[in-house]
């Protein structure tokens, strides 16, 4: 089956999932999620990304983010994938894909959804019953946006109304 290209819109933002090949978990301990965290921090820098939020689920990653050139989305993601593959793979004496084909991504136009898209991200982990409250989940950007956390990894939303 042909791959189809991804829609790609200058100025927008784009809610990012990748999963774990077969739905593994991709995140075992604490240090797991830490290092993920690690290489998305220097992929930001590296290809100019912002990132609005965040989660780290067991099997899959969310990540709302913007890009100053959108067509480097692809790179970004190639090279948090590859670097934490690369580091799962040597911890834990595996070889070959952690993740389940390409990543999806769904462009989302700045304006009142993007903060909902936010919140969306932010309260997986309650929709799956880990937590009963967002608040409670370490590895999430809920804590940092809601300003609970210091400022670490997340850049600042700008709503256009």
Request: proline letters at 3%.
């Given at each position: ?31 797991d ?57 040597s ?66 939303i700008r709503?256009?109304?």
């Amino acid at each position: 089956m042909p791959v189809t290209s991804r829609i790609l819109i200058e100025y927008a933002c784009y809610h990012i999932i990748t999963r774990g090949n077969q739905k593994q978990r991709i995140f075992s301990e604490n240090n797991d999620h830490a290092r993920y965290l690690g290489i998305l921090k220097r992929a930001k820098k590296k290809y100019k990304i912002s990132l609005y939020s965040y989660c780290l689920m067991p099997n899959h990653v969310h990540l709302l983010i913007e890009a100053e050139e959108v067509e480097k989305i692809s790179k970004f993601m190639q090279w948090v994938n590859r670097g934490y593959t690369a580091c799962f793979n040597s911890k834990y004496d595996k070889v070959g894909h952690l993740w389940q084909g390409r990543f999806k991504s769904k462009p989302i136009l700045k304006g009142e959804y993007l903060v909902h898209c936010s919140t969306y991200i932010e309260e997986n982990p309650v929709r799956a019953n880990m937590v009963d409250d967002p608040v409670k989940y370490k590895w999430s950007s809920y804590r940092e946006r809601c300003l609970i956390a210091g400022k670490s990894m997340l850049d600042e939303i700008r709503v256009q109304l």
